[in-house]
């Protein structure tokens, strides 16, 4: 099957992409993916996206936005993409069993969490369980909170999730922080913030909602348990880039390299979302640049 546009992807960067590329009459093919709607869908409540002033949940979010590209015109295959063929022109892309080719594509795969993989993490996720303190510090005002971390995120997540809680507790594995320097000093000299050093969290424990944290101490491994009422993962995302390497031009992390607002270093094939952006990793942001996408896209293809 042959597509002018086909777009990788169905988080708010993918779909974004997909409502403009359906108004312009390209009838994109959009690749839902193993997670369709992306990483808003492991997301509560969201109330930091426009429009909304009583908040609403992740995957309503995503809903919305998958019925609006689908009302003009967009097709939804929902599936992962498991081969890409970007060398020659038009460009292939294989799912499953079946076969498509593409005049443009626009890569809006993300990056996923990476999680701690430890006891009550995967059941508590949205009920004190994040990896995101931008989306969801506000929900912790008075109360205190554990991050996971030691590099310039956890630091970064760390302050600011002084502005809401009560207390901020950062759990490390190691007897120092990765982070900057000017990052650890702010983060040390934080009155809100107390550091355990040498330790790992190795079980979430609560009822409805997160109640505590259970610390291993790495060198004695003696454990004991930390009172809190939400737990910040921040040891880093991983993008979802591994079909496109060899083909597309990489960064040391995983990330995409830009050739200026949304092009890959292949013409024909943008990109958006959090595949290439791991400053902002916001919704709005990752809509914004598949607006973006769409629109130069379109142009290449017009041309």
């Known amino acids: 099957m042959h597509t002018k546009l086909a777009i990788i992807g169905s988080g708010p960067a993918g779909l974004t992409a997909a409502i403009y590329a359906a108004r312009a009459e390209l009838k994109p093919i959009v690749f839902a993916g193993a997670v369709p709607g992306g990483q808003l869908t492991e997301t509560t409540e969201v109330e930091n996206f426009p429009g909304f002033d009583d908040g609403i949940m992740g995957p309503d979010l995503m809903a919305k936005m998958r019925l609006q590209a689908e009302k003009f015109g967009s097709v939804t295959v929902d599936a992962s993409v498991d081969k890409v063929n970007l060398k020659k022109q038009p460009f292939t892309i294989e799912s499953g069993d079946k076969s498509y080719s593409a005049d443009a594509i626009i890569v809006a795969t993300g990056a996923s969490a990476m999680w701690l993989n430890v006891k009550g993490e995967t059941e508590f996720k949205g009920k004190g369980v994040s990896a995101c303190a931008t989306c969801d510090g506000f929900f ?71 109640e505590a944290v259970v610390v291993e101490n790495i060198k004695d491994q003696s454990k004991s348990e930390i009172k809190t009422d939400g737990v910040f993962v921040a040891i880093g995302h991983k993008p979802n880039t591994d079909i496109f390497k060899d083909q597309l031009e990489i960064d040391e992390k995983g990330y995409i390299v830009l050739h200026g607002e949304t092009k890959s270093n292949v013409e024909g094939v943008f990109v958006a979302g959090d595949v290439y952006d791991h400053r902002y990793r916001q919704a709005i942001t990752a809509a914004g640049s598949g607006c973006k996408a769409a629109i130069d896209a379109e142009k290449y293809l017009a041309e």
């Open 140 to 210: 912790f005002k008075n109360k205190a909170v554990v991050i996971v971390g030691g590099g310039d995120a956890a630091m970064e997540e760390s302050m600011f999730l002084t502005k809401f809680a009560s207390s901020v507790t950062i759990v490390h594995r190691r007897n120092e922080f990765r982070a900057s320097k000017i990052m650890q000093e702010k983060v040390l000299n934080n009155p809100k913030i107390k550091v355990v050093w040498d330790s790992a969290v190795v079980e979430i424990k609560g009822g409805a909602k997160v």
